[in-house]
């Protein structure tokens, strides 16, 4: 392939990249790109759900020598497309169930592709002040979906485990150091973030769960005492809103008035579940989120983003910028007293705009989109629960559809033959589901919150897992 050189003194000359694609060639290659992305929208319905290569095989495919001469980009592309985005998992097929889906939508992939387009910074007011409203904007339109006080303000980081990082921070920055409360559900990042602050095992305190796998309130009350008699001090409890096992939500009233007689922080973890809370069954569900100190939400889950994507909400003001602020010498010609930036809220300085995405999807479709289709997930859990009572020759449900999660057992069946059962379905390419254990016993599990997924779909794959395992 002919290229100009990159670096030459005629401007004329100077090609419109970096490195030395054409105008044309970039027009080319990106339309080239799209045609790609939307060609396997129109088809993954029909795709394998969830492909694992070998190791050996993909890196003799995908790895080799450092090119030393330029390489064909269109070969580059059909490779990458054929070889490596093939062998993975389509978290936003109709039959992904597993694990938690991710089911992104078109237009927040068109925010997401101009903002690596335009290279934004949000970091400095001054280096990003559009980039910042934006961020701004989206965190008020989902604080405002969620029910959170007008005041909320908040960051957007990775996921799930750098925003609970975020407000853990915040949470022993504003209350000082001391005893962390979890519960046995609480999701597995949590205690490794808590750790990776600086406390100590002596300091996680890890509650066991109630009958319906929540955590209870007396037992806190209780945990939290002991810690004070033995002249420890109480920092913050953790409260999940939809745990990643079983949906279960936190009696999040019970839990803040705790904190309250305390003096204590409430952060809530809605990672998966906190966007139940913009439909009116799931703000009933989840009573008591607008009382907490911080918020994590997982737009990259529930909320139609493609990774990366999570949210930190902290109903303080000035929490954030309080743990987080920096104003070294080299940062003063950018930083504004006046208005945000974005790069004193978190443990991230330069940060691309990740809330471009999100953006341009609640504009494109508008907020009772979201609604509706965060409703959709959980009325299809429900339709799972509703055709699994239906066979209880077969089925036994273990826990109840909660916020778009489904735990449930074949009748007789071990945590091995629920895996078997699992592995075969995956390796149809058909669909895939999950297996957990519940206090000591073993469940399949389904988390339906891809709004392109069908009864019928449901309904074909309790099927395929119904059926019994032949001996090979
Ligand atoms: C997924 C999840 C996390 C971790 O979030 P990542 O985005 O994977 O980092 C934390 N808590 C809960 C409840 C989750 O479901």
Redesign the pocket.
């Known amino acids: 392939m002919q290229r100009k050189p990159p670096y030459s003194d005629d401007p004329f000359a100077i090609p419109a990249d970096t490195l030395g694609l054409s105008a044309d060639e970039m027009r080319r290659l990106g339309h080239k790109v799209v045609d790609m992305v939307v060609d396997r929208f129109e088809r993954r319905n029909a795709e394998p759900v969830i492909t694992t290569g070998d190791a050996d095989t993909l890196a003799q495919k995908l790895g080799g020598a450092l090119p030393k001469e330029p390489m064909s980009p269109d070969a580059s592309l059909d490779l990458m497309a054929e070889v490596a985005l093939t062998h993975m998992q389509h978290g936003d097929h109709p039959r992904y169930f597993a694990r ?1 889906p991710g089911p992104a939508s078109f237009a927040a992939i068109l925010g997401d592709w101009m903002g690596t387009g335009f290279n934004t910074i949000c970091a400095s007011w001054g280096g990003g002040s559009g980039p910042a409203i934006i961020e701004n904007t989206v965190i008020s339109w989902v604080a405002e979906m969620l029910g959170l006080p007008g005041h909320t303000e908040g960051v957007l980081l990775s ?4 925003a ?1 990082f975020t407000g853990f921070s915040v949470a022993r920055s504003e209350i000082g150091r001391g005893v962390a409360y979890l519960t046995d559900q609480t ?1 597995a ?2 205690p490794r973030n808590l750790r990776q602050m600086g406390l100590s095992d002596e300091d996680i305190r890890i509650l066991p769960s109630d009958g319906d796998l929540r955590m209870c309130p007396e037992t806190l009350s209780m945990a939290i005492k002991a810690d004070i008699t033995q002249g420890r001090r109480p920092m913050m409890t953790v409260a ?1 809103a ?3 096992n079983t949906g279960a939500a936190d009696p999040m009233q019970a839990i803040a008035d705790i904190c309250d007689r305390h003096g204590m922080w409430l952060h809530v ?1 809605g ?2 579940g906190a966007p139940a809370a913009i439909t009116d069954a799931g703000r009933n569900v989840l009573k008591g989120l607008e009382r907490a100190d911080s918020i994590v939400l ?1 737009p ?2 529930w909320f139609f983003q493609p990774y990366d994507l ?1 949210m930190c909400f902290v109903t303080r003001p000035g929490a954030l910028d309080r743990c987080f602020s920096m104003n070294p010498e080299y940062l003063k010609d950018v930083q504004s007293e006046n208005a945000v930036n974005y790069g004193n809220r978190s443990l991230e300085l330069t940060r691309r705009s990740r809330a471009l995405k999100l953006w341009m999807s609640l504009r494109t479709y508008g907020a009772p989109a979201f609604i509706e289709a965060v409703q959709n997930g959980m009325d299809l859990a429900e339709e799972a629960e509703r055709q699994l009572r239906a066979d209880p020759d077969t089925w036994k449900v273990m826990t109840p559809a909660q916020l778009g999660i489904i735990c449930f057992a074949l009748k007789g069946a071990d945590a091995a033959e629920h895996s078997k059962r699992a592995d075969r379905l995956s390796q149809s390419g058909f669909a895939t589901v999950s297996t957990t254990t519940l206090q000591g016993r073993s469940a399949l599990r389904l988390c339906t919150i891809n709004p392109l997924t069908t009864r019928e779909d449901i309904s074909r794959t309790l099927a395929l897992l119904a059926e019994p395992l032949t001996e090979k």
């Open positions: 938690v996921g799930g485990s750098l609970n999701h990042s949590l999940t939809g745990t990643t973890d990672a998966y997982d990259h889950k999570g």
